[in-house]
């Protein structure tokens, strides 16, 4: 979900996120769920601090209501309570929807590859354009 591949997630990030796991939450609950975990307070979570919400989802320290309780809870499961097909479901799912992401990345890749070789194009034609303008 790391968009902009700086290795953190920033507010806009982790809304995509929660949108497409279906739990959307409102501007300032995505505030509070970084704030809780957000340790060197830049406002983003980065690796350690993404971990850091299933330590404390397993150590019960989250609140019930929070954003936070709600992702740790759609990205675990009990394996006692669903059984190992169960878990093995859910697995194979959470692959099948990195994959699809990926693959809607790639897709992106490609598009802005191509825009970025339009606009260099269009910068070399111009440039021809002027040095053509500038003869006569």
Known sequence: YDAGR????????LKLMMEKLGAPQTHLGLKNM??????????KLSFREFLLIFRKAAAG??????????????????????GVKGAKSFFEAKVQAINVSSRFEEEIKAEQEERKKQAEEMKQRKAAFKELQSTF
């Open 34 to 43: 970084i704030k809780e975990v957000d340790e060197d307070l830049d406002s």
């Open 61 to 82: 320290e989250l609140q019930e209501d929070s954003g936070l309780h709600v992702l740790a809870r759609l990205s675990e499961i009990d394996v006692s309570t669903e």
């Open 6 to 13: 700086d290795g953190f997630i920033d507010l806009m990030e």
